[in-house]
């Protein structure tokens, strides 16, 4: 939770009751998707434990992040890396690449000589499509948006991360370089074994890297499961107006024609039921009671009463209808 205002007693819950697992034998894509506000950069800082939850845990190979000390804490910070949304935040202007690369590697103490080091620089390079050749020896403004990304991602690749945090890697680079970034992330996950955790308001780049997609909205779970499945058939009404803003390839329609309409938000702060009951054209009187978890297949599940009929599941088995 964070206050708002110093003197103020009203707080608001970043995220509630949100429950994930990876398994580690098993890498995958997992997309966390939702607007500004919705609670995924929060996830995020909580899994790589630059905060502390206020509430319940956050366990690495079974073990409370903020409990781990000495060896333990070192490995957890080696094989837990991030990739965040600004690819010129992470360099120092004085420095070359060459410096960004070199501070891990001496860090953690993974190379024995210069010469070494050079070989896995030159290898994370090559790894993430970059010609070593073209980078090493080069300063920030004299590289692109999409090779400084690009870099930034083999930054962590040198570390051998078993989990990548990946907070809206492509947001901040040209639509023509996207693609490349994406591809290179889903190579990691395939050739090197490397979990990756990436957190979107694009539900079209969600839709072509991620296996599966958790749906946040301000701090909630609304929609999760088979990323394929979710983004085709949406059964939450906030899933299916983010889907319904995508803009499609028909002149005659017009961006942000919708087949459902979004109501008017409530002035009020919402503190009980549905978050998307103030917005909600489907809310009903039992909505300002939270709803469940409701289980639609075996794939896919939404917090919402219009999916009643279906038998609920508790926040804590949710990954299990996550798809690897």
């Known amino acids: 939770m964070y206050t708002r205002g110093l003197l103020s007693k009203t707080s608001t819950t970043a995220l509630n009751d949100v429950s994930l697992k990876l398994d580690e034998s ?112 080069r300063f920030p403004h004299q590289l692109s948006g999409g090779q400084r990304q690009r870099i930034n991602v083999a930054r962590a690749l040198l570390l051998r ?77 906030y899933t299916q107006l983010l889907i319904d803003s995508i803009p499609w390839p028909d002149l005659s329609r017009r961006w942000g024609e919708t087949d459902i309409k979004a109501r008017e938000a409530e002035h009020q702060e919402i503190t009980t039921g549905c978050k998307f009951y103030p917005r909600c054209p489907f809310a009903m009187e039992k909505c300002t009671v939270a709803p469940p978890l409701f289980q639609l297949g075996t794939h896919q599940a939404a917090s919402c009463y219009l999916q009643d009929q279906h038998p609920t599941i508790p926040s804590e088995h949710l990954w299990k209808l996550l798809p690897v």
């Open 26 to 137: 098993e890498p995958t894509i997992l997309t966390v998707a939702g607007e500004s506000g919705s609670g995924k950069t929060t996830l995020a800082m909580l899994m790589l434990g630059f905060i502390a939850p206020s509430s319940g845990q956050i366990l690495y190979k079974g073990q409370d992040i903020s409990r781990l000390r000495g060896a333990d804490r070192m490995t957890f910070r080696r094989e837990v890396q991030a990739v965040f949304q600004d690819p010129f935040a992470v360099f120092n202007p004085f420095y070359t690449v060459d410096h960004l690369l070199t501070v891990p590697i001496q860090r953690f103490k993974l190379a024995k000589s210069k010469r070494e080091a050079r070989d896995k620089m030159e290898e994370a390079l090559t790894a993430v499509g970059l010609r070593p050749e073209d980078i090493l020896g």
């Open 161 to 237: 991360p078993r989990l990548l945090i990946a907070d809206e890697p492509v947001s901040m680079v040209d639509a023509s370089l996207r693609a490349n970034i994406l591809e290179t992330l889903r190579s990691l996950q395939k050739n090197y074994g490397v979990s990756i955790v990436y957190i979107t308001h694009d539900l079209t780049t969600a839709y072509h890297i991620a296996k599966s997609i958790v749906v946040l909205y301000r701090g909630a779970v609304m929609e999760a499961g088979d990323v394929d499945t979710v983004i085709k058939r949406p059964q939450h009404p």
